[in-house]
């Protein structure tokens, strides 16, 4: 391109070529070029610069920085965001034509002018808050007033689906910032490498990125709260219940059904790496919800038989969890986690409590391999509650086989060891 500027520039000089000039943008369909003639220019300056070239460049010179600083005026009757790709693109031309001028006139501008051109141009953006690094104002006022409609929102009941669709809009945003600055930089000449370091994003980006995290633990909070209204587990699980049962409680079908239709949507509208948060935050809420509720001053004992609901309420949302995160893709991208593992806590206390030998709890190396996920504390607190509804852990069933006989020892052993750790 600059080869080709060259010969065009020499072709005019000696007058044997076309007056007009075009330039390929880059990354631009191909028929694109932009064009400027320069036959006012060029007709004028050569003829009169002999009788008086200070008077002629003193006279250019003066009406360009008065162009310049018109065109550097930003229009307060079209918002920043529908005016900028103008906007810009007609410094950039502006830059174009003095610095062919400089090139081709033969002394009508000098290189010191053309670099005051240069500087007024950057204090003008400087003075309106658009330096690069910061050169979007805009953007930052359209981000706050949607910060501040979010908050509100939140406060007067929003819901599940309008604070995802927030969310969502606050990451476009974000991805707008990036467009802007490398469609910024093309217009004006700048190497696109030079603003994807990220030193040169947007100020407003910095602010949406905070905007987005508050955003996502606002929609978090609002479907862990849809989640507790499923999981009142003090009042839907029979804690002394005398029957085996070998199927999932009803309200854990809801928690999936509900789960499904979140993380159906989220897949819709937000990047993977937010269904990933807010699927690990729902799923680390519900096993939370598991162990609090062992602990709980409500139930004052609970038996193995419901312990066995509720190691079949785990396996029905740990198998919803394992195929979500496969379908999603999400387990191409954490290789490292899963969702079943925001679920470790209550599904390594359901597996003590469902232990032949529950003493091995008191074994560091085996409590680090298989229950590095339990407090010592809620675990104390828990198993003493652990009691059958005749003479104690295991009652009714230690006189059925030597087997519970020998779990309930092996509770009883690890409930004075805890006791005496604590």
């Known amino acids: 391109m600059i080869e080709r500027q060259r010969k065009a520039e020499e072709l005019n000089i000696s007058g044997l070529g076309d007056t007009g000039y075009s330039l390929d943008v880059e990354e631009l369909d191909e028929d694109y ?24 460049r003193e006279y250019y010179y003066k009406n360009r920085l008065l162009q310049l600083n018109s065109d550097l ?63 979007s104002r805009p953007w930052i006022i359209a981000e706050t007033n949607t910060t501040s409609f979010f908050l509100k929102s939140a406060s007067d009941g929003i819901t599940v689906s309008q604070a995802m669709q927030i969310a969502a809009n606050i990451t476009f945003l974000e991805r707008a910032c990036d467009f802007f600055l490398q469609h910024a930089a093309q217009l004006c000449g700048i190497p696109v490498r030079s603003v994807e370091r990220p030193q040169a994003s947007l100020t407003a980006k910095a602010v949406l990125k905070t905007s987005r995290d508050a955003a996502y633990l606002a929609l978090l909070k ?5 989640l507790d209204e499923f999981l009142a587990l003090t009042e ?14 009803e309200y854990m079908n809801e928690v999936v059904l509900y789960l499904d239709s979140v993380f159906s949507t989220a897949l819709q509208i937000l990047p993977l790496d937010a269904l990933y948060k807010v699927g690990c935050g729902a799923l680390e809420h519900i096993s939370n919800s598991i162990v609090a509720a062992f602990l709980t001053n409500s139930v004052k004992r609970f038996n193995a038989n419901a312990v066995m609901v509720i190691n079949h309420d785990l396996q029905v949302l740990e198998n919803f969890a394992e195929e979500r995160f496969d379908s999603t893709g999400l387990s191409e991208i954490y290789k490292e986690g899963s969702f079943r593992s925001c679920l470790i806590e ?66 009883d052993v690890l409930k004075k060891r805890l006791k005496d750790f604590n």
């Open 346 to 411: 209550a599904r390594q206390l359901i597996n003590l409590l469902s232990s032949s030998q529950p003493e091995n709890f008191s074994n560091l190396v085996i409590r680090e391999k298989s229950y590095n996920a339990l407090d010592h504390k809620k675990v104390a607190s828990i198993i003493e509650k652990f009691k059958d509804s005749a003479d104690g852990i295991f009652g009714s069933l230690s006189t059925r086989n030597t087997k519970t006989s020998s779990r309930k020892k092996s509770m």
């Open 222 to 226: 609002l479907v862990n709260s849809k």
């Open 33 to 56: 070029v932009l064009k400027f003639d320069l036959t006012p220019l060029s007709g004028i300056s050569h003829p009169f610069l002999p009788w008086n070239p200070r008077a002629i």
């Open 236 to 249: 839907i699980i029979n804690w002394t219940s005398e029957e085996i049962s070998q199927n999932n409680s």
């Open 73 to 135: 005026q930003i229009s307060s009757s079209i918002p920043f965001v529908e005016s900028y790709q103008s906007y810009l693109a007609q410094i950039a031309g502006y830059f174009i034509v003095e610095d062919r001028v400089f090139r081709t006139s033969g002394g009508l501008l000098s290189a010191d002018q053309v670099e005051t051109m240069w500087e007024t141009t950057v204090a003008k953006w400087h003075h309106m808050g658009m330096k690069w690094g910061q050169f």
